[in-house]
Each structure stands twice: as structure tokens, then as C-alpha cells.
T-cell receptor, first 110, second 112 residues
Framework: AQSVSQHNHHVILSEAASLELGCNYSYGGTVNLFWYVQYPGQHLQLLLKYFSGDPLVKGIKGFEAEFIKSKFSFNLRKPSVQWSDTAEYFCAVNELDMRFGAGTRLTVKP | DTEVTQTPKHLVMGMTNKKSLKCEQHMGHRAMYWYKQKAKKPPELMFVYSYEKLSINESVPSRFSPECPNSSLLNLHLHALQPEDSALYLC???????????FGQGTRLTVV
């Protein structure tokens, strides 16, 4: 069965710092990969997705992620974070049904 | 704004009550989901409907009973819940299974 692991439980950054959140998945077949964000008190929002093609995918709000098949990884990146990026970030894998990693809480200090 | 609408937003119920959570989407999606999310935890899959048929029941206790009356609606019937069932219940939909899922705002359920 597919599973997802996120390396960082809580990340604290200052504004303008660069961000990279790790995500690894266990399933070796074809999977669809996603990053979701959950701002405090709000619903889950899709940041970006990877189905196939260019392994570097760009999402909303300046986020991007790179799919590295050999490493079973799908890390999320942003060159310069803002205070408003403070949120919980979930990596997810969907072979047939969406399964989430444990989440990474990002705190951006102004 | 989310295109998946859940009602009610908040619900407090006693352990002997019967209540229902409702979810609606008008994006023409054929897969719909119920997830349970506890504080500071990821969403956990409960049920999956694909083309209005129950595809997955993740060993959820029978006090949770899903229903899919049509392709746009998904209900979750609740009966004799326990305090540990208090959580945020999320509905989601996707074009097909394995697609990108769009989530509703959730129903914050408290069992007293």
C-alpha cells in the first residue's frame, strides 16, 4: 500500500528565507503526487500536483515541487517565504485514493 | 472559494443523538470522499464513493453510515457516537479516483 512520509514536523523561518519541505512516498508504481496547504482555520487547498511529464511543477503562490523518481521524493520549495505562508503543509499520494503525510507546520516570523 | 459545500459548519451532539452531515459539489466530479481530521493530524480517509457506489470503507465503525443519493451529494449519518469521534469531518471530490481532490471547509463535530 502507498504511504507518504514528511521529514519535518515543524519548520520555523524568517521572511525572505528559502523553503524546502521533504516528502517521500513508498509506492513504486505510477502515482499522482500533491501538496496541499491548510491555513489556520481554513480548508485544505491544493498547491500543486504532479501526474506525469515535466518533473518540476509550479503551483500557486510561488510554490514549486520536484518529482525525483529515483529517490521516491516530491519536495516542495519556495525561494522566498512570506509571513502569510504560515500554515500546515501536507504531501499526498494518490494511487486510487488520496493518502496524506503527517504534515509539516511552517511558521514564518515577520 | 471552495466549490465543495458542507453543512453544518459546526455540530454538537449527544451520544444518543442521530445527526447527518451533508456535502454537495457541482463540478461534475464522480468520486467523493469523507475524511476525518483530528487536531494537528493529517486527514484520514473514511469512505470513498465512485460513480455513486461505495468503493472503500476504511474499517470505520458502523456508527458512521455514508450515503450517496446522487452524483452531487454525499451524506454521513451519525448515530451513537463517542466523545473520541469529535473531529473535523471533511468532504472532498475529484474528477475520478486518483485525481486532484477538492475539499470542503469541513464540519467541526463535538460529541458530548
Amino acid at each position: 500500500a502507498q504511504s507518504v512520509s514528511q521529514h519535518n514536523h515543524h519548520v520555523i523561518l524568517s521572511e525572505a528565507a528559502s523553503l524546502e519541505l521533504g516528502c517521500n512516498y513508498s509506492y513504486g508504481g505510477t502515482v499522482n503526487l500533491f501538496w496541499y496547504v491548510q491555513y489556520p482555520g481554513q480548508h485544505l487547498q491544493l498547491l500543486l500536483k504532479y501526474f506525469s511529464g515535466d518533473p518540476l511543477v509550479k503551483g500557486i503562490k510561488g510554490f514549486e515541487a520536484e518529482f525525483i523518481k529515483s529517490k521516491f521524493s516530491f519536495n516542495l520549495r519556495k525561494p522566498s517565504v512570506q509571513w502569510s505562508d504560515t500554515a500546515e503543509y501536507f504531501c499526498a499520494v494518490n494511487e486510487l485514493d488520496m493518502r496524506f503525510g503527517a504534515g509539516t507546520r511552517l511558521t514564518v516570523k515577520p | 472559494d471552495t466549490e465543495v459545500t458542507q453543512t453544518p459548519k459546526h455540530l454538537v451532539m449527544g451520544m444518543t443523538n442521530k445527526k447527518s452531515l451533508k456535502c454537495e459539489q457541482h463540478m461534475g466530479h464522480r468520486a467523493m470522499y469523507w475524511y476525518k481530521q483530528k487536531a494537528k493530524k493529517p486527514p484520514e480517509l473514511m469512505f470513498v464513493y465512485s460513480y455513486e457506489k461505495l468503493s472503500i470503507n476504511e474499517s470505520v465503525p458502523s456508527r458512521f453510515s455514508p450515503e450517496c443519493p446522487n452524483s452531487s451529494l454525499l451524506n454521513l449519518h451519525l448515530h451513537a457516537l463517542q466523545p473520541e469521534d469529535s473531529a473535523l469531518y471533511l468532504c472532498a471530490s475529484s474528477q475520478e479516483r486518483a485525481g486532484a481532490a477538492f475539499f470542503g471547509q469541513g464540519t467541526r463535530l463535538t460529541v458530548v
